[in-house]
């Protein structure tokens, strides 16, 4: 015996396409926001290297400020640095110097927006000895 007429088996695929379809966008556009995770951290931990590796030979602030913005191709929106100890007066030569960076990560994937109400953020920090005072 036969499992039903050709229109019956059309009618059941399309009902199986409609309910795995959108699980099948969820698991792709999470996937594709992994991704821009990882390139964002990516780029903010390189950001926070460079601010270190600058800070270290020039012990200037405004010259970390001005790698890290370099790193991220200026693009500083959403972006957060820090750098301790604060005054480069107050650094001397052999000291750590910390920088870190921040910046938010857009959500592509409506759920987890809804999830994530403070939404993602990458964060690195960079230690590094003072060559120079």
């Known amino acids: 015996m036969r499992g039903g007429t050709l229109k019956d088996q059309k009618s059941q ?11 099948m966008v969820f698991v792709v556009l999470s996937l594709v926001q992994l991704v821009l995770f ?14 270190a590796r600058e800070g270290a030979t020039t012990n200037s602030n405004s010259a970390i ?19 301790y100890p604060t005054s480069p007066g107050s650094r001397s030569r052999g000291d750590l110097l910390a920088v870190s960076v921040e910046k938010n990560v857009p959500v592509i994937v409506p759920i987890l927006g809804i999830v994530m109400k403070d939404g993602l953020r990458a964060r690195y920090r960079s230690v590094i000895r003072l060559e120079k005072e």
Request: charged residues 15%; glycine residues 2%; negative net charge.
């Open 13 to 23: 695929s399309v009902i199986e396409f409609a309910l795995v379809f959108p699980l």
């Open 38 to 51: 990882m390139f964002v951290e990516l780029n903010v931990a390189q950001a926070a290297r460079n601010g």
């Open 65 to 83: 400020y001005e790698s890290v913005k370099c790193s991220l191709n200026n693009n500083m929106e959403d972006v957060i640095v820090n750098v």
